[in-house]
Structure formats: structure tokens, C-alpha cells
T-cell receptor, first 111, second 112 residues
Framework: QKEVEQDPGPLSVPEGAIVSLNCTYSNSAFQYFMWYRQYSRKGPELLMYTYSSGNKEDGRFTAQVDKSSKYISLFIRDSQPSDSATYLCAMSETGANNLFFGTGTRLTVIP | DAGVTQSPTHLIKTRGQQVTLRCSPKSGHDTVSWYQQALGQGPQFIFQYYEEEERQRGNFPDRFSGHQFPNYSSELNVNALLLGDSALYLC???????????FGSGTRLTVV
């Protein structure tokens, strides 16, 4: 079993839709949770990060962490064609130097 | 600010050869990590360098080695290349104690 599981999609939505992206994990020691966006032929770009459980909002993006269920989510409101990319969840233990990534979900927002 | 710079952007090597990939971290960053991203997969941690020392290593064989220079730039070396080493190699940098990793655009390595 992988430490981080993520549905690879692909996911296609119409412009303006609310997008929900999710990851599950098995390591209860994970404390830092991140979402990265990766455009084709580019490196991952950090979108959001949270520590432990709870919600965090930044503009159209909301990250949620439920440590009791080992489940994290990223919501994108009013999705735009420019949001079309692969979204990677990543997580890490406190004091660790490595990130564990999900497989990535490929999202296409159709104008 | 140039961000994280990696070179070359693309590389084709023959099985059994050796390759060196280079990374210049974002200005002000002193810690460099390397990741391997196979097609359709998430990045996998190779190792991290800080103060010119390997601080942590992922589950990669000794064929993968690295180096960090006094100016914080880094190299990733892979010996005895296998077809399975074909991937996007990503360099990420940060300031120690900060969780904000910045990734480069990667080097696309193809082993034939």
C-alpha cells in the first residue's frame, strides 16, 4: 500500500464549477499537508499548506485536513481554464526533510 | 528572482552511461532536495543536501549520488543508467526551517 493515495483522474469540469480533489494517507505521523499545482513541462508550484487538522482558505482555494480519517481535500471555487493542470498532494512528518506525494490528479476546466 | 534553475532541460543517454544534473537554488535558499518523477506518477524523494552534507536519503540505490557546493548549488549523479531511470528529475530548494519548497522545471532524462 502506498503511503499516499490520490485518484489520478482525469477530471473534466465546465468553467465556473466547484472542483474537489482528495487524497488519503496511511501514516498517522504526517503533520504537514500541501497541495502543489503542476503545469505540463513545469515543476510543481506550491498552492496551499496546512499544519495538522483544519481548514485553510486562500482566494478561490480551500484546503481541508481530517487527520482522524487520514483524508485531505482541496476545493477550487469558480474554476477557470487556467486551473487546468495536475494537482499533487504532498505530506510530511514533523522534523522530516522529505515529502511524500500522491500520484496527482489531472484536471481540465472546459471554457 | 530566477527561482530554481536546472540544467540541462532535456538529456538522452544510453543504458550503462553516467549522467550529471545540475541545480541552482532560489536566492536565499540553503537546502536542496532532489526528486524523481516518472511519467504519470508523483515525485519521489531521492535525497536532501544542507551545508554540503547529505541530510536524508530516500529509497534509491547507491548509483544515485549528489553533491552540494559552498554556493548552495547542487549536482545529482546517476551511474550505470538503466532504462527505468528515465524520468523527470526535479530539484527543490528552501531555507532551512521553512516549509516552502520551490521546485525547478526539472531535467527530462531519457535512457535508451
Amino acid at each position: 500500500q502506498k503511503e499516499v493515495e490520490q485518484d489520478p483522474g482525469p477530471l473534466s469540469v465546465p468553467e465556473g464549477a466547484i472542483v474537489s480533489l482528495n487524497c488519503t494517507y496511511s501514516n498517522s505521523a504526517f503533520q504537514y499537508f500541501m497541495w502543489y499545482r503542476q503545469y505540463s513541462r513545469k515543476g510543481p508550484e506550491l498552492l496551499m499548506y496546512t499544519y495538522s487538522s483544519g481548514n485553510k482558505e486562500d482566494g478561490r482555494f480551500t484546503a481541508q485536513v481530517d487527520k482522524s480519517s487520514k483524508y485531505i481535500s482541496l476545493f477550487i471555487r469558480d474554476s477557470q481554464p487556467s486551473d487546468s493542470a495536475t494537482y499533487l498532494c504532498a505530506m510530511s512528518e514533523t522534523g522530516a526533510n522529505n515529502l511524500f506525494f500522491g500520484t496527482g490528479t489531472r484536471l481540465t476546466v472546459i471554457p | 528572482d530566477a527561482g530554481v534553475t536546472q540544467s540541462p532541460t532535456h538529456l538522452i543517454k544510453t543504458r550503462g552511461q553516467q549522467v550529471t544534473l545540475r541545480c541552482s537554488p532560489k536566492s536565499g535558499h540553503d537546502t536542496v532536495s532532489w526528486y524523481q518523477q516518472a511519467l504519470g506518477q508523483g515525485p519521489q524523494f531521492i535525497f536532501q543536501y544542507y551545508e554540503e552534507e547529505e541530510r536524508q536519503r530516500g529509497n534509491f540505490p547507491d548509483r544515485f549520488s549528489g553533491h552540494q557546493f559552498p554556493n548552495y548549488s547542487s549536482e545529482l549523479n546517476v551511474n550505470a543508467l538503466l532504462l527505468g531511470d528515465s524520468a523527470l528529475y526535479l530539484c527543490a530548494s528552501r531555507t532551512t526551517g521553512n516549509w516552502g519548497y520551490t521546485f525547478g522545471s526539472g531535467t527530462r532524462l531519457t535512457v535508451v
